[in-house]
């Protein structure tokens, strides 16, 4: 997924470390890309089913009930996922087991805790959000039931860490398969049975429970590791102290994003919540290649600054990760963009009338949103808690100011370009400024701009299709998809979005990835026939 190449047409070389730490996060990343290529077969499926079956009023319901879990679960996050994906590479890299077991031990042991008292106090106030939020008490129910996915997601997100830390790709896909294959499941199982806006809660409570207990077998099982461990004050304080900078300010961002859906639900009726939960849940499923990238970095980066030879690198490791994500990102969500009406309808039927446009503009959010999120990595990686806490908290204050600005004129796209595109906007701003002084980034713009130019032409010859097709969407979306795929490689190659010695990296480090290790070769074989 990364690598080092000279700016000049001579070949690449790859020493031997900085090859196997690419290798391994390209593994990494990989398998997550696989676990949630496969979760969002089954749960894309489930989704659209679900959305179908409960409409734009009760989907709204569910949309709420999911907000208000998140708010807590929000408030029980003290980072030590994000602890244990920090330090466990340092640890594997170093050969001490002895702190990867009492790392996870402390970092369950906290999970556990804050997740059973969040769930328990929302289960308190439930009764009391369901009349004033959802402006019917008989939702209380649905809350409730919302309350102890709180439990669940923690824990599974908590493990999923965990493994990532380790950075076994395959175990990253299987765990997320488990989940993913019971949770879309059981949801539209339990929405043919009756149970309603509960029904995908329960469903995801279930699949984040066998989720989680899976990858336990993976952590444990799989690495020669001790379970019982007992917790102990210091371990957790030495976690918290790298931790609860983060996790404030993470948990801030967190905690207004989901009350931002919870306002718009005071203005807004639970048509328009359905038509942003809908457009959500798209959003999330844009994050299968994104979050991916995202989640294996952390871990990559840690190690090139744990090894002395490598960290001089590590600038080189950031600007090819973000070229790299642009070239594959770019021309899927544009995709989307391009066409949100098509998709949203062929998906979710024309009920769902305004969801094309929230997806477009977060499509584009997504988009403007990838060399910040990288960079904010960058910065963690490097224990530069303290600058991601104050930037974290100046995003959420000024988030939260045009929470109760935008969205009462605006209601959801007010909430759509408060989250999507404002955010993203300032959020670059901050942390590529920061990892650049840090670093010195030396960030090719230009290259940038070719890869951005590729992407703009390829979209625009979508277009004919758009006004042969017409309102047949399937066939439109097909030809469309297959278009891309031909034209977006050569158009690449011809205005120099890639060069040879990107080419060569990339399969350098792909080539080992199983089953897919093929496919970006034969990719990158055809692009480099357009190379010029």
Known sequence: MVGMARRSGKPAHVDPETHKIGSAAAATATGVMVGKAISIIFLGLSFIVVARLLGPSLYGIYTLALAVAGFGAAIGNFGVGIAMNRFIPEYLYKGDKRSIEDILANSFFVTIVMSLAIAVATIALSGMISTNIFHNASYTLVIDIAAVSIISSMLFSASYSALLGFNKGLHLALANTVQAVLQSALSVLFVFMGFGAAAPIIGMIIGY?????????????????????????????????????????????????????????????????????????????????????????????????????????????????????????????????????????????????????????????????????????????????????????????????????????????????????????????????????????????????????????????????????????????????????????????????????????LGSMTNKIPVLGAAFGAVLRYTAIFVR
């Open 209 to 505: 429970s066998a989720g989680f207990l899976y990858s336990l077998y993976l952590i444990y099982s799989k690495n020669g590791l001790r379970m019982l461990v007992m917790p102990s004050i210091d371990s957790i304080k030495k976690i918290f102290r790298f931790s609860v900078p983060i996790s404030v300010s993470l948990t801030s961002m967190s905690l207004v994003y989901n009350l931002a859906f919870i306002v718009v639900g005071a203005y807004a009726t639970t048509v328009v919540i359905g038509n942003l939960g809908v457009a959500s849940k798209v959003n999330s499923f844009i994050d299968i290649v994104a979050g991916s990238i995202s989640v294996s970095l952390l871990s990559m980066y840690s190690t090139t600054l744990a090894s002395k030879r490598v960290r001089a690198k590590i600038s080189q490791f950031y600007n090819h990760t973000v070229y790299y994500s642009f070239i594959l990102l770019a021309p899927i969500l544009l995709f989307i963009v391009v066409l949100a009406q098509p998709f949203s309808y062929v998906a979710f039927s024309s009920v769902y009338r305004i969801a094309p446009l929230f997806i477009a503009i977060m499509g584009i959010g997504a988009l403007i949103a990838l060399a910040g999120q990288y960079a904010n990595t960058l910065l963690m990686s490097a224990n530069k808690v303290k600058k991601v806490f104050k930037y974290n908290m100046i995003i959420s204050a000024a988030q939260l100011v045009l929470i109760f600005i935008l969205i009462p004129l605006f209601k959801g796209i007010g909430l759509v370009l408060i989250l999507f595109i404002i955010v993203p906007i300032l959020t670059n701003i901050l942390y590529i400024r920061s990892s650049d002084k840090l670093f010195r980034l030396g960030f090719d713009i230009m290259k940038l701009l070719r890869i951005m130019a590729a992407n703009g032409i390829s979209m625009l010859l979508i277009v004919p299709l758009i006004i042969i097709w017409q309102s047949n969407y399937i066939p439109l979306l097909i030809t469309a998809a297959i278009e891309l795929v031909i034209i977006y490689p050569i158009i690449l190659g011809l205005v120099r979005g890639v060069d040879r010695n990107d080419t060569r990296i």
